[in-house]
């Protein structure tokens, strides 16, 4: 069965940062491209970053340009998005998502990790 | 930027009907688009990707159609169930990015 399990979310201040983590199983990680999608409270889902099969592709949203970086351990399964300078605006549930075989869609999601940028 | 825009913002639709949710695309996304439906407290789920294709274990109510910049979501046969936010996603060009959401009341 295939499992993403998000964790490192929390409080932090304006300025602060975070690391999270996705740990992947039931399916071979290296094969996959992945992303991260968040969702501010009561609002839709925006996407903020990519990273290809090989790890030498990166992409991310200009909202979080220059703040974040989107790294992986094929060793260890595991999906990382190191998260700097954070914002009020970062104030979100994290998810991270599969891509499919095929590319571009997200088949499979996490159930997210909560992060609160409040002073 | 590709910005996604979906209509209507809310559909109240009763059991047994039908409903049609739109999706359009600022400029032409070929067939990149998925669909996903997401209940209160849950992750968004793959519904229909390629514009067309049906993820796995989804019903057959759900179909989707489209090519270009416009596309649809058509669920037949409502269920309660079916009550959610319905999102579209282009991924035809960096950056990826969805749409506002059509929230579907049964």
């Known amino acids: 069965e295939v499992q993403l399990m998000e964790s490192g979310g929390g409080l932090v201040h304006p300025g602060g940062s975070l690391r999270l983590s996705c740990v992947a199983s039931?399916?071979?990680?290296?094969?996959?491209?992945m992303n991260w999608v968040r969702q501010a409270p009561g609002k839709g889902l925006e996407w903020i970053s990519y990273?290809?099969?090989?790890?030498?592709?990166?992409q991310y949203a200009d909202s979080v340009k220059g703040r974040f970086t989107i790294s992986r351990d094929i060793a260890k399964n595991s999906l990382y998005l190191q998260m700097n300078s954070l914002r009020v605006e970062d104030t979100a549930i994290y998810y991270c998502?599969?891509?499919?075989?095929?590319?571009?869609?997200?088949?499979?999601w996490g159930l997210g990790t909560p992060v609160t940028v409040s002073s | 930027e590709i910005v996604m825009t979906q209509s209507p913002a809310t559909l109240s639709v009763s059991p047994g009907e039908r409903a049609f949710l739109s999706c359009r695309a600022s400029?032409?996304?070929?067939?990149?688009l998925a669909w996903y439906q997401q209940k209160p407290g849950q992750a968004p789920r793959l519904l229909i990707y390629?514009?067309?294709t049906r993820a796995t274990n989804i019903a057959a109510r759900f179909s989707g159609s489209g090519s270009g910049t416009e596309f649809t979501l058509t669920i037949s046969s409502l269920q309660s169930e079916d009550s959610a936010v319905y999102y579209c996603?282009?991924?035809?060009?960096?950056?990826?990015?969805f749409g506002q959401g059509t929230k579907l009341e049964i």
């Open positions: 039931g399916f071979f990680f290296s094969s996959h491209e």
């Open positions: 400029q032409s996304i070929n067939s990149n």
């Open positions: 998502a599969r891509e499919g075989i095929s590319g571009g869609f997200f088949d499979f």
């Open positions: 390629e514009a067309f």
């Open positions: 990273i290809s099969r090989g790890d030498s592709t990166t």
């Open positions: 996603h282009q991924y035809n060009k960096w950056p990826y990015s």
